[in-house]
């Protein structure tokens, strides 16, 4: 900074011949060339959306006085030095956008490489170090999926293989979407002590950029390139969701006291995560914009009906709203019978992991015919939820679907009692714009369907991540890859209260010499964290 100011009183001693303004622009443009440079050399020192505002400013600025400049010169037809300088400075402004914008390449800083995987290629290594391209992309790489290329060539040459796909960015990885869903849920229980947070609040805070962002372009007019971003943007959201479920769920079932296991058995919580977490939730996206955009395009399409056929518009309204009330109670039942549904697959699958972990007891005792019949009994039961479930949705199926031939007799009926004049310009664009909301009425009742098995699946996760834990004041000894916990048949360090555990830093790897017997079965799973 102190070599600019010298560089502009060197050039206040020039004579009047040049400018103020061209001094200004000649100090500007090396102002720019060399925050530019300061930038890409120390730019992860500072935050970046100071820098992104402020190099914006610049380019603006910057972009309108050459802009001025290059009017000037073609309206008095003579090229001066003051152009020259305003095109070095808007080149100075591109090149401090550039800088304050490029993406930051992720690295791991693992230099034991303790966190390296147990399966690794010998001879070649690790060749999964790089990160997906996908972290890096501009708005026009993500807009027209051009960072796939590298990896669409790879499949062109040869068969894909683990080693040839690269890591998630940071953000997409599961550990970061657990830690920010934790945040966040921890500061809105710091925020209302009282009351419990609620899982699906949480999970929009979280994500509430990438919901908007994919709702941006959420439209059935926008076809093409447009529509596959936003699938594109809402599948990645449904998997960050799937994601932090999945390890929401886990780190939960470590910490679940002995009553909560009672109630939770093994094969529900295997049923949260396969069936709640992995299928119901991630879809929740892209049928959330589906209910928004179909409402909008349902009260254009009244607008457009009311120009066209006037107060027999309203007998159109009518039917929509005799529709909707119809469809409550079809509603209503079908997500009961889906509770139903989900509480009698828990109970199928509580009973086969019991009859599959206690094999031997049952081959010893010939009981396999009798709990076979109980399993097919819960299985029919099953079944029986099922055709219930089915049953309603084929009947919200049939009512959307006769609704838009409903809403034209109806309104044509009205036409005709009213007195409306009915011509061929009317008439195409009444029948037009029924065509327009045809697809998004008829799909309403799969939306429903989706957010009744959404509010199912989250009343499920939340009486699971809401149950007792294991309460732990005891002390916690922490300890490295050097260090030994045992010594002989001696603890090394011993914690001083009653209820204590040991948290293995830096540590994949275990290793138990000795005779591995029942004390030991239980006492292993301590280091793993799974009493803690």
Same mark, same amino acid.
């Given at each position: 900074m102190f #070599?600019n100011?010298?560089?502009?009183r060197e050039f ?8 103020? *303004?061209s001094?200004d622009?000649i100090?500007? &443009?090396? =102002?720019?060339?060399l ?5 890409s ?5 500072y935050?970046r ?9 610049a380019?603006?600025f %910057?972009?309108?006085?050459?802009g001025?400049s ?9 090229? +001066? ?9 808007f080149?100075g ?6 800088c ?9 800083n693992?230099?034991n ?5 147990l399966?690794t290629? /010998? ?6 170090? &790089? @990160?997906t391209p996908f972290?890096?992309a !501009?708005?026009?790489?993500?807009f027209t999926?051009?960072?796939?290329n590298?990896?669409t060539v ?21 550990e970061?979407c657990y830690?920010?869903?934790k ?11 009282l ?7 949480t999970?929009?805070l979280?994500? +509430?950029?990438?919901?908007f962002v *994919? ?8 076809? !093409?390139?447009?529509a596959s971003?936003t699938?594109?943007?809402s ?6 969701i799937r994601s932090?479920?999945?390890?929401a769920?886990?780190q939960?079932?470590?910490?679940? *006291? ?11 919580i ?5 069936v709640?977490?992995y299928r119901?939730?991630p879809?929740l /996206? ?15 399409a009244?607008?457009?009906l009311f120009q ?5 518009t309203?007998?159109?309204? @009518? ?8 469809n ?13 549904l989900?509480?009698a ?7 086969m =992991? ?5 094999m031997?007891v049952?081959?010893l005792?010939?009981?396999?015919k009798?709990?076979m019949?109980v ?14 479930v ?6 919200? +199926?049939?009512?959307? #679907?006769s %609704? ?7 309104t044509? !009926?009205?036409?005709y009692?009213l007195g409306?004049e ?21 799909s309403?009742?799969? @939306? ?6 959404e509010?199912v ?5 939340t009486?699971f991540?809401?149950?007792?834990e294991l309460?732990?004041?005891g002390?916690?000894?922490?300890f ?5 916990i045992?010594r002989g048949?001696?603890?090394?360090? +011993?914690?001083r209260?009653?209820?204590? !555990? #040991?948290r293995l830093?830096? @540590? ?5 010499a000795?005779?591995?017997?029942p004390?030991?079965?239980?006492? %292993?799973p301590?280091f793993?964290?799974?009493f803690l």
């Amino acid at each position: 900074m102190f #070599w600019n100011l010298d560089f502009r009183r060197e050039f206040e001693k020039i004579p009047k011949l040049v400018t103020s *303004s061209s001094l200004d622009a000649i100090y500007y &443009s090396r =102002l720019n060339i060399l925050v530019g440079l300061t930038l890409s050399l120390k730019g992860h020192h500072y935050s970046r959306a100071p820098l992104k505002i402020l190099s914006i400013f610049a380019f603006l600025f %910057s972009g309108i006085t050459c802009g001025f400049s290059i009017f000037t010169t073609v309206l008095e037809k003579a090229v +001066s030095i003051k152009i020259v300088l305003d095109l070095i400075s808007f080149i100075g402004s591109c090149l401090l956008v550039l800088c304050a914008y490029k993406g930051y390449q992720y690295k791991d800083n693992d230099e034991n490489g303790v966190h390296d995987p147990l399966l690794t290629v /010998v001879n070649g290594g690790d060749k999964t170090n &790089s @990160v997906t391209p996908f972290a890096k992309a !501009g708005f026009l790489s993500k807009f027209t999926f051009w960072w796939l290329n590298p990896l669409t060539v790879s499949g062109n040459e040869k068969a894909i293989e683990d080693e040839d796909i690269p890591k998630l960015r940071e953000e997409d990885r599961a550990e970061s979407c657990y830690l920010l869903y934790k945040e966040t849920h921890d500061r809105q229980k710091q925020s209302d002590p009282l009351s419990q947070p609620s899982i699906l609040k949480t999970i929009l805070l979280c994500h +509430s950029k990438e919901i908007f962002v *994919s709702g941006f372009f959420a439209s059935k007019s926008l076809r !093409g390139t447009k529509a596959s971003s936003t699938r594109n943007t809402s599948r990645l959201v449904g998997l960050k969701i799937r994601s932090l479920l999945s390890a929401a769920i886990y780190q939960k079932q470590l910490r679940l *006291s002995n009553t909560a296991k009672i109630t939770h058995s093994s094969g529900e919580i295997m049923n949260y995560v396969t069936v709640d977490a992995y299928r119901r939730v991630p879809v929740l /996206v892209p049928r959330f914009h589906q209910i928004w955009t179909t409402s909008v395009q349902l009260c254009f399409a009244i607008i457009i009906l009311f120009q066209s056929v006037g107060p027999a518009t309203i007998a159109a309204m @009518v039917v929509i709203i005799l529709t909707i009330l119809c469809n409550m109670p079809l509603a209503k039942l079908q997500h009961k019978f889906q509770t139903k549904l989900m509480d009698a697959q828990d109970e199928r699958l509580k009973a086969m =992991l019991e009859a599959l972990v206690n094999m031997k007891v049952l081959k010893l005792y010939v009981w396999e015919k009798h709990f076979m019949k109980v399993i097919e009994k819960l299985g029919k039961i099953e079944d029986q939820w099922v055709k219930a479930v089915q049953l309603r949705k084929s009947y919200n +199926s049939f009512l959307f #679907w006769s %609704s838009p031939v409903l809403v034209s007799a109806a309104t044509f !009926g009205a036409c005709y009692v009213l007195g409306v004049e009915l011509s061929s310009s009317n008439v195409f664009t009444f029948v037009a714009t029924l065509r327009l909301v045809q697809d998004p009425v008829r799909s309403i009742p799969d @939306v429903v369907g989706v957010f009744i098995q959404e509010k199912v699946a989250f009343a499920r996760l939340t009486k699971f991540l809401e149950a007792p834990e294991l309460e732990w004041a005891g002390q916690i000894i922490e300890f490295g890859l050097s260090q030994p916990i045992f010594r002989g048949t001696r603890i090394i360090q +011993s914690p001083r209260s009653g209820m204590s !555990g #040991w948290r293995l830093k830096g @540590v994949t790897r275990l290793r138990f010499a000795g005779k591995w017997g029942p004390a030991s079965r239980r006492f %292993s799973p301590r280091f793993l964290g799974r009493f803690l």
